[in-house]
């Protein structure tokens, strides 16, 4: 039976994955998704039970889906707020899923470290039209180094916005509510951990979670696994 695994590679505002899928119930990222077939296809399910299939597809930020493929595929996650994620969304149209432009895929090459992808498809972009709101960008930054309790709240007290405002702002650039961001940071911080050998209870703590129930209902909403699961592909 085909299990995950592979490499999971973590970069400034991205990750990637490099590797066997297995099953994967319906979730949904609060980052964008590039999904990488290779020489073969790869195929990505939504909700409605529709499914596009190509040899690379987008997939927009809190857009419910499962993925799918034969032999090893590629995963590549991208953070809503950084100018590479502006950038590929203007070269694509408005579905929720898409497949991507033959001159951006085509620069990445799947036998090279998923470390190199990233790289590759910002070589291949322009620059973004819009950039990220200043005022959102620097709640963006606070809430990574102060991830905890009432966060949101005593972020909105160091920016000088409403709150009603500056979530506004979060859906109408990342795609999603602020909260569902930074959910997906402390699951990043979480699976950084997990990749350093932290026991899911620790690395639960470490980004931020409440407890252990709580760190694996938001992976498997967002990634469609456990966090046992994704540690296996981690270490």
């Not at 590759?120 to 990220?132: F, G, K, Q, S």
């Amino acid at each position: 039976m085909t299990a995950w695994s592979g490499d999971f590679v973590f970069g400034e505002a991205w990750a990637a994955y490099r590797g066997s899928t297995a099953e994967n119930s319906l979730h949904s990222h609060a980052a964008l998704q590039l999904a990488l077939g290779g020489d073969r296809e790869v195929s990505a399910e939504l909700e409605d039970g529709q499914i596009v299939t190509g040899r690379a597809l987008l997939i927009r930020p809190a857009v419910l889906h499962a993925v799918s493929g034969i032999g090893e595929i590629g995963l590549i996650y991208v953070e809503p707020q950084s100018p590479v994620a502006f950038a590929l969304l203007d070269r694509v149209g408005a579905e929720d899923i898409e497949k991507v432009p033959d001159d951006i895929s085509q620069r990445i090459d799947p036998t090279r470290p998923p470390n190199t992808w990233f790289a590759a498809i910002e070589d291949a972009l322009p620059e973004p039209a819009r950039t990220l709101d200043a005022r959102l960008a620097g709640v963006l930054r606070w809430l990574e180094l102060n991830p905890g309790p009432n966060a949101i709240s005593l972020a909105v007290e160091q920016s000088g916005i409403s709150e009603s405002h500056l979530r506004t702002l979060a859906r109408n650039q990342l795609g999603l509510p602020l909260s569902t961001w930074l959910i997906w940071r402390k699951l990043e911080r979480g699976a950084r951990e997990l990749s350093t050998g932290a026991t899911i209870v620790d690395a639960a703590l470490a980004a931020g979670f409440a407890d252990q129930a709580h760190f694996t209902r938001a992976m498997r909403r967002m990634f469609g696994i456990t966090p046992s699961i994704a540690r296996k592909t981690l270490l």
